[in-house]
């Protein structure tokens, strides 16, 4: 059998644009022969996904995945939204989800077995890059769990079951009526989709987050001649008011405006004659924080005229 030399694999990582381990894989697989393992490499759709990988892909779906008092969230990226339709690419994303209830994080997930497969999760995606031939990732994934109560949730712009634009999850930790629960939980939960809240409630608030708005309203009291006593009372009331725009618990609660999402729990824990303790939510939106290339199309196509 020939010997795989190092300078042997990074000269097929350099043509072929594919992974260390799976160059030398495909040497192995070949005895050595460079062409025949760039081939082998096309035929598991190894290069082609490698070439991929440096396109932006910001379209994709969320999905959302519940088990017994658990749930799951997690994104997948495309480049295009025509892929996030495709059959092939939503099953994958279900599929990812349900895996997602039973790891323990993000890195788990990726090398976590796909279902019905000897592959991983994330060599089952570079396998469907190549299939499809575009650039997808798994970008993230969080899960919420509770020992008692519920986890809620709530998929906006649903395009299929459980798969989506805006996925939420909602926990709520009480021993009281589970049907009513989770109907408030999945309140909340299109809630903080419609007004994405900065934190759970003031103590979960950043530091550096509470530091710059203070800042900021300080040199606005400034810039107004304000007195020092009188700027300090401005702050401390325009703080209350950041509080309560940016803070779940204290927001206006978009079902009844007339009361903040804390009181809306209050009163259901009477209702119920059971504390009700919101532990935590977590909201994906696709795309959020992705940068995403601007395509100038009439002048893509005046440049290629020119050319």
């Known amino acids: 059998m020939a010997q795989i030399t190092a300078a042997l694999v990074k000269e097929l990582r350099e043509t072929s644009g594919a992974g260390m381990m799976d160059c030398k894989k495909a040497l192995n697989e070949n005895d050595g022969d460079i062409e025949a393992a760039q081939d082998w490499l096309r035929q598991k759709g190894l290069a082609s996904a490698a070439k991929k990988a440096g396109r932006v892909a910001a379209e994709g779906l969320v999905a959302l995945s519940t088990g017994d008092k658990t749930a799951a969230v997690i994104e997948v990226n495309s480049e295009t939204d025509f892929v996030a339709k495709n059959e092939q690419f939503q099953k994958f994303v279900s599929n990812t989800a349900t895996v997602a209830l039973d790891v323990a994080g993000y890195d788990e997930l990726k090398a976590a077995a796909y279902p019905g497969s000897s592959k991983t999760c ?146 259901l824990a009477k209702e119920i004659g059971s504390p009700i303790k919101v532990t935590g939510y977590v909201r994906f939106e696709l795309g959020a924080g992705i940068e995403k290339k601007e395509e100038d199309f009439a002048a893509e196509v005046a440049a290629a005229a020119g050319a």
Not at 122 to 129: A, D, I, K
Not at 156 to 177: M, Q
Not at 215 to 233: D, F, H, R, S
């Open 122 to 267: 994330e060599e089952t995606l570079t396998e469907l890059v190549g299939t499809i031939g575009e650039n997808m990732n798994i970008r993230r994934m969080e899960k919420l769990s509770v020992a008692n109560g519920v986890v809620a949730s709530y998929m906006h712009n649903a395009s299929g079951e459980g798969l989506g634009k805006i996925g939420v999850l909602v926990a709520l930790e009480s021993e009281g009526d589970q049907d009513k629960l989770n109907a408030l939980g999945k309140q909340i939960a299109m809630h903080v989709a419609a007004t994405n809240p900065l934190a759970l409630d003031r103590d979960s608030v950043d530091a550096s987050d509470i530091e710059r708005e203070r800042t900021v309203l300080i040199e606005q009291a400034k810039e107004a001649g304000k007195p020092e006593e009188i700027a300090i009372k401005m702050v401390e009331g325009r703080m209350r008011k950041f509080y309560e725009e940016n803070c779940l618990l204290e927001q206006a609660f978009v079902i009844d405006p007339d009361n903040s999402v804390g009181k809306a729990v209050d009163a």
